[in-house]
């Protein structure tokens, strides 16, 4: 059984900074492409981030060269440095694979960015 578990989410203010972490078991995520996702209220879950398995990140545009994603795939773990956050960034974020379909989604990791 697959397990994603987030953490790292909060509350910050305009122009902070959040690490998040992404826990994985049940596969070894070092043959995937992983990703992580947002979701905002009432929009419709994004890809925010992906990495393949050999490093190599794509971002979504609105976040290049603020977020940085990362894996470790010794520890089967992704982590998701965010830096000059934004309003606009407030969502719960997920980790999960980025291609192939994703598994089951974990209860993922709220980040609030407000004054």
């Known amino acids: 059984q697959v397990q994603l578990v987030e953490s790292g989410g909060g509350l910050v203010q305009p122009g902070g900074s959040l690490r998040l972490s992404c826990v994985v078991s049940?596969?070894?995520?070092?043959?995937?492409?992983m990703g992580w996702y947002r979701q905002a209220p009432g929009k419709q879950r994004e890809l925010v981030a992906r990495?393949?398995?050999?490093?190599?990140?794509v971002y979504l545009d609105s976040v290049k060269g603020r977020f940085t994603i990362s894996r470790d795939n010794a520890k089967n773990t992704m982590s998701l440095q965010m830096n000059s956050l934004k309003p606009e960034d407030t969502a719960v974020y997920y980790c999960?694979?980025?291609?192939?379909?994703?598994?089951?989604w974990g209860q993922g990791t709220q980040v609030t960015v407000s004054a």
């Open positions: 049940g596969i070894n995520i070092h043959v995937y492409v």
């Open positions: 999960n694979k980025a291609l192939g379909g994703p598994y089951d």
């Open positions: 990495i393949s398995s050999l490093g190599r990140p």
